[in-house]
C-alpha cells in the first residue's frame, strides 16, 4: 500500500503566518534543564490511556475531530472518537482497524505528524495527498518528549472519489455506502484545526503537568505512610529528629520505649537530657552535631540515660537534613540499645585480662617451676654419664642416654611453650645485631649432627663466600635454623641428606635467603597450606610428630616475621621438602647514614676508632660488656659518631668500634673522654682500655651514593683487619 503521508507537505509551505506548521511549543516545562530523569513506570503512568481519556474525548467531541495519543514513534496508545457516522462505518466494517492511524484513513501506519513533532519539541500540522489534516502536539516533561497527541478528521473537505475507493477497499466497506456517509458530514475547517493546534497543545501540557503532581503527591503519600510505619513500627530503635540547635522536633514509638520519655514532653527540649552526665560535660551533643553539620553524618557510641535515670550503651547515628542543596534543617538522629554487647565486650575484655594474667603466671610457673627441675635432671644425668660418679655399666648407660633424649626433647617443649606465650603476650624480646650465618650455621650443625648421625644421614652445607651479615637475634636465627634442621632429621629416613643453604635473596638483593632441604617423606599441597598454623602435625606422620607439640614451624614463622623476614615451603610427597626463609642484610651504610651528611663527607675523610678492652683478671661478665657499650653511648656525639652494634665480643679483648666524622682534635676529645669514663667505672683495673683509629679518605669526584658505599665497605674490611689482629694477639 502506498502511504498516504507520502505526500506530506514541507514546513509551513502555502499557510499563512498565523497557521505555521511549526511553532514553539508552548507547554514544555521552561526553565528546567533535563535533570528529571523519569523512570520507565512513571513514563507509562503519565501516559495512561484511562487517565487521558476524558480530556481526549471532550476536545474531539468539541472539534468534531479524532484524537489520538501516542508514543515518541507515533505508535497508538489509544484513541478515542467523536461519534461521526464515519467512524462507526469504519469501526463496523474492519475488526482490526486499532492498528492504523485513524486520520489517514489507512491501516498500520503511524501518523508522520508526530515525528516531526517529537523531533522540533513542537506542534506539528501535516496536509497530506488525500487533503487530510493531522496537527500532533508533542507531550514534554523538562526536556524529555514523552509522546505526543494527534487531533484530525476524516475529511476536511469532501471527499474526492480516489480516496473514498482507496478507504472503501483498505476498510472492505462499499464505497457507495461510504460516499453517502461522508457527504452527510459537516467538516472542520483545516485552518480551523491548525488554530486549534495551540490549544490542544495548552491542554496537553496542562494535563500532563497536572498528571505529573498526582502522581507525585500519591507516591509522597505512599512513601509518607512506608517512613511513618517504619518509624511507628520500629520498636528496636529510636528514631527522632531535632532542629540545627539539637532541639527534638519528632519522636517515635521506639523512642518513646527505649528512652521512656512520651512524645509531648520531650519535643521541643534539647536531647543532651538523654546524655550520661559526663557527656554533657563534654559537650559531646555539641561536637556531634557540627560534625553533622560540617560532613553530613556523625556516629558514635556512649552512655545514654532514660528518664527513669537507667543508663544503656547506645549506638547513635545523626544525619543532618536539609533540602536539596539548601541550608541544614535539623537532624535525623537513630538510637540503638548496644546494652547487650557492650555487656559482652566487657566480659570478654576482662576474660582477655584474665587469660593474659594467666599466660603471665604460666610463664613463670613453668620457667622457674618446671624448667629448673628439668635443668637438675639434665645436669646430674650428664654428670652420671660422664663418669663423674663412677663408672656405668652398657646397660645403665643405655637406659641414662634414653633419659637424657627425652630430657632434650622436654626441654625443647617446655621452651616452645613459654615462646608461643612470649609470642601471645607480646613480650618476645629480639635483641637485633648484625649476625654471620655463617657463624650460627656452623653453630646449629654441630649440634644437629649428633641426631643426625644416629640415623646416618648427610647434612650439607652450602653457605655463599662473602655472605653479608643478617640484622637479626642470632639466639632467634640459630632456634628458627634447628627447628627447621631437627625437623628434616625427624622426617627423614635413614640414610637420606639435609642441605642448608645461605646465599642473596634473588629477588632483593637486601635479604638474604637461607634453606633447608631434605630427602624425606615430603607435605602434601593441602598440608602445606596448614604447616604454620598452631598446634598444625601432619596426619599420618605417626610415631615421629608426637615428639613434637605442633609448634615449631609456628614459632618459626612468627620469628622470621619479627625479625623482617619471610618463611615459606616447597615440598612434594615422597620427594622431601625444602623450607626457605629470608632475613635482612645488615647495611652498614644505613646503619650510619644519618652522620653521612653532605657537610660531613665534604669535610674529606672518616675515622673508625677502636676502643680494645682488655681483661687483666679473669672474671669479665657479660652484663659489664652492657655496661661499657652504655658508657661509649654516652661519650659520643649522636649527630656526628655511631657505636657500631657488637662485633669483637669475646673476652680476653672486646672490641667496641666507633664510626666517626670529627676532625683531630675532636677525636682526641672522645678518646680522653672514652678512657676516663672507663676508668671511673672500672676502679679495680681489671680492665684495661686502649683507643686506637683508622682515618679514611673520602674520595671526590664521586657521587653521595658511590661515596658512602666506599667508606662503608673501607670501615667493614678496617674491623676485619683489626679483629684478625686482636686474635693474633688473643
Ligand atoms: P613439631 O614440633 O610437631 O615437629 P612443627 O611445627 O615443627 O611441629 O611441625 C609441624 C608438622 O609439620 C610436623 O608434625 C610434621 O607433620 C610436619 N613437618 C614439619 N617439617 C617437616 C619436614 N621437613 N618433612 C615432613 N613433614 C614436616
Redesign the pocket.
Known sequence: MIPETSGRLDAGAGLPPAMSTRSPSPFSLAGENGVLELSATMREDLLDLDAWGEVLKTYGRTMRVAVALTDTGGLLLGKCHNPQPVWSLVRGAASDWGAACPFCITKHLPCAAVADAVRTSAVATVHDQAGLTHVAVPLTLGKQTLGAIIAGQVFDRFPEQLLLRRVARDFGISAQELWEVAKKERPVASALLQASGDLLGALGHAFLQQRHGAILEKKLAETNDRFRWLAEGVRDYALFTTDTTGSVTSWNVGAERMLGYAQAEIVGRNFSCILSPEDVHGRLTENQLSKALQTGRAEYEGWSVRRTQGQFWANVNITALSNEAGPIQGFAIIMQDMTERKKIAIVLEEAQRERARLQEKFLSHVSHELRTPLTAIYFFTTNVLDGVFGDLNPEQRKHLTFALDNVGQLKVMVSDLLDITRVETHKLALAHQPTSLVKVTAEVLSTCRTNAAAKNIDIRSDVAPNLHFVWADPARVRQILT?LID??I??TPDGGTITVKSQVFAEDHDFVCVSVS?S????SADNCKI?FDRL???KG?GEV?RS???????ISKELVSRLGGRIWLDSHPGHG?TFYFTLPAFSLAKYCSHIFSAANLDAGSVTLIAVDVVEVKRGAQADILREIRQILERCIDAGQEVLLPATGDEWPIVTFFIVACTDAKGLAVIANRILRDLQCFDKTSQLKPSISSTTLQVAHGQSREEQIHDVTVRIESSVQEHLLGKERIK
Open positions: 627447628n625437623n628434616g625427624k622426617f631434605d624425606g617423606c615430603g607435605i604447616i598444625a602435625q601432619v606422620s610428630s613434637g607439640l605442633g609448634l615449631g614451624l609456628f621438602s
